[in-house]
């Protein structure tokens, strides 16, 4: 019989001192964080994964309307701007 043991951390502070604190409509386990009171999920389901992101971004960058864009890939506007701001605020440091 083989037994794994995996070990959970914050996401936000890394602290193991977690409990499990019910779950989400989706039935995902959420945790608190007794160091940073922090209440959080274990394993987030992305919507989007990074290369997806980049596919969709680089569309964007091809002169393509941001509501173009939206038609296309079925992405909210509002989810593509903050994509778009995150990636000039990278790009600025
Ligand atoms: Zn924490």
């Known amino acids: 019989?083989?037994?794994?043991?995996?070990?959970?951390?914050?996401?936000?502070?890394?602290?193991?001192?977690?409990?499990?604190n019910g779950t989400t409509v989706k039935g995902q386990q959420k945790f608190?964080?007794?160091?940073?009171?922090?209440?959080?999920?274990?394993?987030?389901?992305?919507?989007?994964?990074?290369?997806?992101?980049?596919?969709?971004?680089k569309a964007y960058e091809e002169r393509a309307s941001l509501r173009?864009?939206?038609?296309?890939?079925g992405i909210s506007v509002t989810s593509l701007l903050d994509w778009i701001k995150k990636r000039v605020q990278i790009s600025r440091i």
């Open 1 to 20: 019989m083989i037994k794994e043991e995996k070990i959970y951390k914050c996401t936000h502070c890394g602290s193991e001192n977690i409990v499990k």
């Open 32 to 57: 608190h964080c007794k160091d940073c009171h922090s209440y959080r999920t274990l394993n987030p389901i992305l919507k989007y994964t990074q290369e997806r992101k980049d596919e969709i971004l």
């Open 68 to 73: 173009g864009v939206h038609r296309i890939f």
